[in-house]
């Protein structure tokens, strides 16, 4: 099964907030053994997030939309999602009910807007988590599902955790995950790295030095893989290396060890306004 992830927001697009949703939610996907292939953020546009839907779910099993849920007039994920299903938005009694006694316990009073929030698609349920106004949404489509959760971040977290990956995890018929082990060296560059793992774009699995830590190199295997590769090691993990081969520093997994003639030493910059000290050689 693979899942994608659509933030709503006009606010995300002009870069007012940072989406630090979408990463928490597909480090989440990964975790729960789900694919996670596409992620987008759309504005607060009703044209624009209905065709963003239909897209997403032309590609993927299901969609978590994240935002979008609130009061007030340009929170219309609600309404957007119940078109592409095809059907009504319901007021829900409970749901109005649990708002008021909200703004009740607080000692404040309720705009009516606030009863948006108590719309529901004909035939979505919701979720039972609701720590804020805005309820989460399980909308079937099909033989795929949309999740609607708002953009609050603690609100979203608790109902991800608590409803969307339990629901993912039962509808994919799977108890795995995707692990992720990470390689760092020293002494290559990025290019020679990538040719040194062989690493091609028939090979996604095996991602190369990215630009902001171009050290590191990170693989990716689910769970039943991870067992079968423990228990018969490939032959270059457990291969011994040539006299010319030089240890590469230890990162958080492994410590991997790449070929070749360690880097010429260079000189330091002064410290503290005093002389630069030589390059470190052989202790004699």
Request: aromatic share 2%; hydrophobic share 35%.
């Amino acid at each position: 099964m693979n899942c994608e992830v659509l933030a709503i927001g006009t606010e995300l697009l002009l870069g007012q907030i940072v989406d630090t949703n979408s990463s928490w939610i597909g480090e989440q996907l990964a975790l729960t053994g789900i694919d996670c292939v596409y992620q987008a953020k759309v504005g607060d546009n009703r044209a624009r997030i209905h065709t963003a839907l239909e897209h997403a779910l032309e590609r993927a099993d299901a969609v978590i939309v994240c935002g979008g849920l609130g009061p007030t007039q340009d929170d219309i994920t609600r309404d957007v999602v119940a078109e592409v299903m095809g059907v009504p938005l319901i007021r829900d009694e409970a749901i109005e009910v649990k708002i008021r006694a909200m703004f009740g316990t607080r000692g404040r009073d309720m705009p009516a807007n606030n009863l948006r929030q108590a719309d529901v698609p004909q035939g979505a349920s919701v979720m039972a988590q609701q720590p804020g106004t805005a309820p989460g949404l399980i909308c079937p489509i099909g033989d795929k599902v949309i999740y609607a959760v708002p953009g609050v971040p603690y609100e979203m977290k608790e109902m991800v955790t608590g409803t969307v990956l339990p629901d993912l995890a039962r509808r994919a018929g799977l108890s795995s995950v995707i692990r992720s082990r990470t390689l760092r060296t020293w002494g290559q560059s990025e290019s020679g790295l990538a040719e040194m793992l062989a690493i091609t774009e028939s090979s996604p699995l095996l991602a190369p030095p990215s630009a902001s830590n171009p050290p590191t190199s990170s693989t990716r295997a689910s769970r039943r893989s991870v067992r079968a590769s423990r228990a018969n090691p490939t032959p270059s993990a457990t291969r011994s290396q040539p006299a010319t081969s030089w240890p590469a520093r230890s990162g958080d997994a492994v410590a991997p060890t790449v070929t070749g003639s360690p880097p010429e030493p260079t000189s330091r910059p002064p410290r503290g306004g005093g002389r630069c000290r030589p390059p470190c050689g052989p202790r004699r």
